[in-house]
């Protein structure tokens, strides 16, 4: 800082001395005029003439010794060459300083341009963060509804489920109660009436006979396990057209009577029920085939009747088991 101190007070001293240098030229020296000239304009530019000020005071110097020189010594050649290169480096460094202010502002501007597009960029990338965390807040809440609605929908149809259960299991049992007591009044009549009643004979395995007249039995396994619903494969279709072609053969008086029986794993309820619910299925095919409804009982037994043990598996599949009955008529053979 010391020393551009020193080079300005310098400067100022030179350009002190100038005008005395410059008067005691010759009136005429045409290269000391236009080198001024030069000078002076390029120092009363608005905006060259703030800057470049060393090479400008550089130029000033050289100017003072050129008009200190005479026209015609050894001196003034190399003054005046050295006058117009100072001249024009204090030009160029004024525009270089220029450039370089320009250069500098659009440095700035630059910068500021791209700080702005980082703004705007990290607007948009929280704006996205928000976007993407309403959806997937929406997604969730719908999911939630959905499975509310879906659980609300399970717990109707369970509760539907229990409902059609309780009825078949209620109707089961009523079933079984009249088919007791039509069991009782026939006993009674035969007794009034001096003759013995016909037995409610078991079974055979097989299933294949009944003192109450022609039989045919279906096994456990043409249902599907646990449920009412017949198999419908080739196997299936084929007894189920065995059992409508045996009805088809019987008597148009004989009645036709379905009795279901099962297993004791489920329980009593619910084998009663289960077993009533496959007794029905078999009505509804004979009554599909043409079977009048009212030739027709269906009577579930549940577990009350096995023809083998429940503690094994093949125990089982033999209590599982569908005895179709054509009852003769009375007076019949």
Request: proline residues 5%.
């Given at each position: 800082?010391?020393?551009?101190?020193?080079?300005?007070?310098?400067?100022?001293?030179?350009?002190?001395?100038?005008?005395?240098?410059?008067?005691?030229?010759?009136?005429?020296?045409?290269?000391?005029?236009?080198?001024?000239?030069?000078?002076?304009?390029?120092?009363a530019?608005?905006?060259?003439?703030?800057?470049g000020?060393v090479?400008?005071?550089?130029?000033?110097?050289a100017?003072?010794?050129?008009?200190?020189?005479?026209?015609?010594?050894d001196?003034?050649?190399?003054?005046?060459?050295?006058?117009?290169?100072?001249?024009?480096?204090?030009?160029?460094?004024?525009?270089?300083?220029?450039?370089?202010?320009?250069?500098?502002?659009?440095?700035?501007?630059?910068?500021?341009?791209?700080?702005?597009?980082s703004?705007?960029?990290?607007?948009r990338?929280?704006?996205?963060?928000?976007?993407?965390?309403?959806?997937?807040?929406?997604?969730?809440?719908?999911?939630?509804?959905?499975?509310?609605?879906?659980?609300?929908?399970?717990?109707?149809?369970?509760?539907?489920?229990?409902?059609a259960?309780?009825?078949?299991?209620?109707?089961?049992?009523?079933?079984a109660?009249?088919?007791?007591?039509?069991?009782?009044?026939?006993?009674?009549?035969?007794?009034?009436?001096?003759?013995?009643?016909?037995?409610?004979?078991?079974?055979?395995?097989?299933?294949?006979?009944?003192?109450?007249?022609?039989?045919?039995?279906?096994?456990?396994?043409?249902?599907?396990?646990?449920?009412?619903?017949?198999?419908?494969?080739?196997?299936?279709?084929?007894?189920?057209?065995?059992?409508?072609?045996?009805?088809?053969?019987?008597?148009?008086?004989?009645?036709?009577?379905?009795?279901?029986?099962?297993?004791?794993?489920?329980?009593?309820?619910?084998?009663?029920?289960?077993?009533?619910?496959?007794?029905?299925?078999?009505?509804?095919?004979?009554?599909?085939?043409?079977?009048?409804?009212?030739?027709?009982?269906?009577?579930?037994?549940?577990?009350?009747?096995?023809?083998?043990?429940?503690?094994?598996?093949?125990?089982?599949?033999?209590?599982?088991?569908?005895?179709?009955?054509?009852?003769?008529?009375?007076?019949?053979?």
């Open positions: 800082m010391n020393r551009i101190l020193a080079a300005a007070y310098a400067a100022v001293l030179v350009f002190a001395c100038a005008p005395t240098a410059l008067a005691a030229q010759p009136p005429k020296d045409p290269d000391l005029q236009r080198l001024s000239a030069q000078l002076a304009q390029l120092d530019d608005p905006v060259l003439g703030p800057l000020g090479d400008r005071l550089k130029a000033h110097q100017l003072a010794a050129l008009a200190a020189t005479a026209p015609h010594s001196d003034r050649k190399p003054a005046l060459y050295l006058a117009e290169r100072r001249v024009q480096a204090a030009r160029f460094a004024a525009e270089a300083d220029q450039a370089q202010a320009q250069i500098d502002q659009l440095d700035r501007d630059r910068d500021r341009i791209l700080l702005d597009a703004r705007r960029d990290a607007d990338a929280r704006m996205e963060v928000e976007r993407m965390r309403m959806q997937n807040k929406a997604r969730d809440e719908e999911a939630q509804r959905a499975a509310a609605d879906q659980q609300a929908r399970q717990d109707q149809e369970a509760s539907l489920a229990t409902d259960s309780d009825q078949a299991q209620a109707l089961a049992e009523a079933k109660k009249a088919a007791g007591l039509a069991q009782q009044e026939a006993a009674l009549q035969a007794a009034a009436a001096g003759t013995a009643a016909p037995p409610v004979s078991t079974p055979s395995a097989s299933g294949s006979g009944d003192p109450r007249g022609p039989t045919t039995s279906l096994p456990g396994s043409a249902f599907l396990p646990g449920r009412a619903t017949l198999r419908m494969d080739k196997a299936g279709k084929a007894r189920i057209q065995a059992l409508i072609d045996f009805v088809g053969a019987q008597d148009a008086s004989a009645t036709i009577r379905i009795e279901s029986h099962t297993d004791s794993s489920a329980g009593a309820q619910k084998a009663l029920a289960l077993s009533q619910q496959r007794a029905e299925t078999i009505k509804n095919y004979l009554r599909a085939a043409g079977v009048a409804p009212n030739r027709i009982q269906a009577i579930g037994l549940g577990a009350v009747q096995p023809v083998a043990s429940n503690a094994t598996a093949a125990g089982r599949a033999r209590n599982n088991r569908i005895l179709v009955i054509a009852v003769r008529a009375a007076g019949g053979q």
